[in-house]
């Protein structure tokens, strides 16, 4: 059982703790995500979407990890959105790497040729991004950016 004040993952959020309950013989959880204190989310607490942050070790393995994980290429574009959701629902962290890499490629292939970015991209993108960093900066006691900085250091130091 998690402990009032606790940081976890709910789905894809990290959540505090606010307080346990019980109503009508059902203890639960009062959770607030981090990124959007107003929201209250009332989950009974043998919820299955509920875990408990990376760790730190984790964390570096799979920073070190990133280069070696290889973004999907040739998906037709009428299908790419599926690709994306699919890749997302799966909830591993390298899922996650792979739709940034993949947005961020396309992207950069758009912008080369003077066309906008893809409003699909650039969503997932961002819901990969925040999954990801929200979950790292919690554990490693960093903002959303400085996260971002973190990895991008350190990913760039072990291509070099």
């Known amino acids: 059982m998690y402990k009032v004040d606790e940081k976890i993952i709910y789905k894809k959020d990290v959540c505090k703790i606010r307080d346990i309950k019980e109503d009508k013989n059902i203890k639960y959880y009062i959770l607030t995500p981090i990124d959007d204190e ?90 990969a991004e925040k999954y990801l960093y929200n979950e790292f900066g919690t554990v490693l006691n960093m903002t959303f950016d400085e996260t971002k900085e973190y990895i991008t250091k350190k990913v760039e130091a072990n291509l070099a």
């Open 38 to 127: 107003s929201l209250i989310i009332k989950v009974p607490i043998d919820n299955k979407l509920m875990r408990n942050l990376i760790s730190k070790e984790e964390i570096e393995k799979i920073i070190d990890e990133i280069p070696n994980i290889k973004p999907l290429d040739n998906i037709d574009d009428r299908f790419i959105e599926n690709t994306y959701k699919e890749l997302l629902n799966g909830g591993s962290y390298e899922e996650l790497i792979t739709i940034i890499k993949m947005t961020y490629i396309r992207n950069n292939e758009r912008q080369k040729q003077n066309k906008k970015i893809s409003e699909k991209d650039d969503k997932y993108f961002n819901l």
